[in-house]
């Protein structure tokens, strides 16, 4: 089997300077929106649930879990599309191969187009949204010079702006970064308006719950969250939404968790952490290869489940 930590090598060429750094995020900002069409093709990617999807939560510059991950898996299983990568965002910031982390799923990306869905975690932020610590553009600036390294940084939210924040997989599951919205919760929209909005001014609401809201055993259907930012999602919003759309589960990243995974809400909501090492204390990361053509795979979720350790 060939594997596909190739990628990973020519990730670190590419990082090696300034000009193919930036030569490259050309190449992915014209492949991302010959793909993107409409509005709705930005927000929300779609797949059909023929291949078992293998699912990567939060990275934040862990370039060797990625490796690990990587070399287990085929190439030529991806290139025939019988496998479709579902990265879950939190790409960058913390972690010192942070470039080379965000370049390798870039180039997943390219090579894969239509068997790799990149999402946008809260560390892919809009201009007007961003966390706290980020130290992405300080690595750019320190690692490329102040002006190049800022130019890195420009075109980067530009590639960011361009990741979908949803994916949609029919009748299986939706993957997105933070969480479900509460905004649209129990209102008469369609599952696009769920996640949209239906005006202009829900629309930024919302992306900031789905980048950055996190589930709690509640029976009320929100809290503010203590991060400062979106809500705490209780029960009623996963029930109902499940239900509403025909949904069997919700994959989502953001967390750091201890075994690199944990169920909320009866086993509706998993998460997964895909990153080792500090400022962080999971003892494991957690990636997920789930084939939906298996009767009832959700009921089983953590036979599903794939833990790495260092
Ligand atoms: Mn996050």
Redesign the pocket.
Known sequence: MRSLDWVVKKAEEISMDHSSIMKFLEEILTILKEKQKNRIDRWIAESQPVTPFLIIG?LHGDLDTLRTILSRTSHERLAKGELTLVFL??YVDRGEYQVETLLTVLLLKREFPENVILLR???EPPENLK?YPHDYPSILRSRYGYIRGLEIYDKSLEVFNKLPLVLVVRNQFVAL??GLPTQTFKKEVSLVEYFMGKSQSEYFEIMTEILWNDPIESSHYRIPSPRGVGYLFGRPVTEWFLHTFRFNVVIR??EAVDRGFKLNHGGKVITLFSRLGPPYYNSRAAYMVVDTSIERWWARITNFIVSLSR
Do not use: A, M
Request: zero cysteines; glycine letters at 36%.
């Open positions: 939060d965002g939190d975690g809260n560390h966390p970064h933070g990243g953001h």
